[in-house]
Structure formats: C-alpha cells, structure tokens
C-alpha cells in the first residue's frame, strides 16, 4: 500500500499536494472547531489572558499574575481579542472563536514547514509535508482541545534540522520556541553537540547563541519597562514545580506502572533516599547521554541523527520524568513524523506514537482516564521507546555493517 501510494503521490505536481494537504488540514480544522467544545478549562484560560492583556498590557498582565506561558503566544492573544472587540465577537470557551488562533497559527506554520523540507527528494518531501499538515496529533490538540503545543514541537524540529546549515537561523527558531514554551528547553543538549559536531565549531556555537538570544530579547522587549521578572518567574521557574504529581494523564512509566498512583506526589522518597522526581530527572539525564553519544557516533547525515536525538531526548522527557501531561508528548511525534518521511525505519514508531498520544488527548479531553482500562497505552508507548531505542543503538553498533546513511536535504 505504501508503495503503490507513493507511485500516486509521484504523480502530483509538488506545489499541489502541498496546497492538497494545507487545504485538507484546514477543513478538518475548522469542522472539528465548529463541531466540539474541546478541552474548555484550557481555552476559558487563554481567553482570560487575552482580555488580561488587552486592557492592562502585557507587563501588567504579568504582574497581575496567573500567566504561566511565556509572551510569544499572547502576543497572538492580545491582536485577536482587540479584533474581535473592535468587530463585537463574543468570546466563549468551549466555541468555535476560542480555537481560530491555534488554527490560524497552525496554518501559517505550514508554508514555513514547506520551505523547510526544500532539498529533500520529491517523495520524502511530500510524505514529510503530510506528516505535518494531516498529523492528527496536532490536528487534534489544535481544533479540538484548543491548545498551541504546535508552536514549540514546529519551531524545535526547525531548530534541529536547520542547525547543521544554518546555525543561526536555527538559534532565532529555539529562542521563539523558548518564547512560546519552556518544553522546548529539551533540545539544547542536542543543538548545543550537533553545533560542535563540525567546524567551525567555535562560530556556529556562537551564531546558535546569538539568533537565540536575539529572538528572546526582542519578545521580551515589551517587558523590559516591568513585568520581565514576573513573567520569568512565572513562566519559566514556578511552572516546573506546577503540579507535583508522578503524573497527569500521560502514559509514561509513572502512570501506574509501578504500582503506585499516577496521582502520588513525585516529592515522596522512592529508591536509595531519592524522590520519584529525582529518579526521573537521573533517568532523562541518562537517555539524554544516550542520545548525545548516538550523535557523536552515527554515520547518518548530520540533520538526520541531530532530529533523531532531539526526538529520543524528546520522547524520553516524556516517558522518564515526572510532573508530565498528556500534551507533553506533541514535540516527541511532530520530530518523529518528520524522520518518518526520510527514513522507513522510523514509521512504525511514528505510527505507534501518533495513534497512542491521539488516544491520550481524546479520553483526557472527552472522558476519563481509567487506570486498568488505559493501561496499553503505557505499554504501547514503551514498545515504540525502545523501538527508537534499537533503531539509534543500531546505527553505532561497533562491527556492524553501515546502512546507507540517509543523505542531506540537496539528495
């Protein structure tokens, strides 16, 4: 089926099926948001900071408290909600208008995605296009539950993919990405090596630095006058102590795989005088060696093992540490999808992937989280990790013949 879908796909004009899939995306979208009310607890939140910031300032929206986002996203907030008081739109969690600006966003990301994958081969580039626009993850928590996790997952893959080529282009996309959510902090460790991967490796570190820090520093200037500290404390400091629970509705293994109640403090002791959230911590900074050391040693194209690590890293975030929600998985599929396109080993985890944390989202969103009955998806998810896992150790076997390694984007 794969191979007789790719003969169709040949046949498409590029531009086409791009056009195809952003058309399709949007439809979907949009008769999803018109059709359900989603998560509204989320969406009566983000309203709330609209309005927050439209007749205070953002400053003073800080100060005031309650925001735990960074300002990238209010931003969008704040010109919405001017528009839609200037036109008398009545805004109401739960309603079509409370979900247009993830929409809105998740479309104008989409050229940007296209412009991305320019240089692949004309197949892996329409599959890769596909992955994003049709991704029902992305869809879903866009339309549905009215969140913008699409943000940080799109501009850490760019980051990722970009910081072999263009080291600073991929800076000013992890410091937006910073600056709509602290998540995208689990990729550092990846950009930080693959920067140092080749020379020269002093100036590309430099231009990673620099296009980051030129991107925060102009999101935050708004900030500068007060509300700076506020919205640092409150977005990027209190939010990681925010619910201190093993877990909130993600299906990693502290969701009653261990016998202990997804809903227990993570400050409690576990092993060796340790909390469950230090033995969290210890197990992502392991997989996150694991991961930098794949990336040191694999033959493949620097692009691709950098997005294969940054998605191990990301996934194991996920997976290994406490406090974690159901959406923390978004950025995990979004890179995994992307590999999918370039490389046939990785389509089984991104398919796993994406139809376990779309089942997350839909019984958080629309029902109940039942321990016993939702159990698979944990298993599930540890089945496409350690897939991940084999694929990568694979790679840098000592002795083992090398695969093809999978080419740049100019293939």
Request: charged residues 15%.
């Amino acid at each position: 089926m794969s191979e007789a879908s790719a003969r169709i796909v040949h046949k498409i004009p590029a531009w086409a099926w791009f056009v195809a899939c952003c058309l399709a995306s949007l439809a979907i979208q949009l008769a999803l948001a018109a059709t359900t009310r989603g998560y509204v607890a989320d969406q009566a939140i983000f309203l709330r900071w609209a309005e927050a910031v439209r007749t205070a300032g953002l400053s003073r929206a800080y100060e005031a408290g309650g925001i735990d986002y960074p300002p990238l996203y209010l931003y969008v907030l704040d010109a919405y909600a001017r528009l839609a008081s200037a036109l008398h739109l009545g805004l109401r969690p739960g309603t079509f208008w409370a979900k247009l600006p993830g929409i809105a966003i998740y479309a104008a990301l989409m050229p940007a995605m296209w412009a991305l994958s320019r240089g692949m081969r004309a197949e892996k580039r329409r599959w890769a296009i596909a992955g994003y626009c049709l991704n029902p993850v992305l869809i879903f928590g866009t339309a549905v539950w009215g969140q913008v996790d699409v943000i940080d997952a799109t501009l850490a893959l760019a980051a990722v993919w970009l910081v072999s080529k263009r080291p600073l282009v991929a800076g000013v996309a992890f410091g937006l990405g910073l600056a709509a959510k602290f998540e995208t902090i689990v990729v550092l460790p990846v950009l930080l090596t693959a920067a140092w991967a080749q020379p020269p490796r002093l100036r590309r570190l430099g231009q990673l630095a620099c296009g980051a820090l030129m991107s925060l520093v102009l999101v935050a200037l708004p900030l500068w006058g007060g509300g700076l500290w506020p919205m640092i404390r409150s977005a990027y400091i209190a939010t990681t102590g925010e619910y201190p629970y093993l877990s909130m509705n993600a299906m990693n293994i502290w969701f009653d795989f261990f016998d202990a109640s997804p809903y227990a403090s993570d400050r409690a002791p576990a092993i060796l005088g340790l909390t469950y959230k230090e033995v969290g911590l210890s197990l992502l900074a392991a997989a996150c060696l694991a991961a930098l050391a794949y990336l040191v040693r694999s033959r493949q194209a620097l692009s691709i093992r950098a997005t294969s690590a940054a998605a191990f890293v990301g996934f194991s975030f996920f997976m290994l540490a406490t406090e974690m929600h159901e959406r923390y998985v978004v950025l995990a599929v979004t890179l995994v999808s992307w590999l999918a396109a370039l490389d046939r080993r990785w389509r089984a985890v991104a398919t796993a992937l994406a139809f376990s944390a779309f089942w997350n989202l839909w019984v958080v969103c629309f029902g109940a989280v039942n321990a016993q009955q939702d159990a698979w998806m944990v298993y599930l998810n540890l089945a496409a990790y350690g897939a991940m896992g084999v694929v990568m150790a694979r790679e840098v076997m000592p002795g083992r013949r090398a695969r093809r390694p999978v080419a740049e984007a100019t293939e």
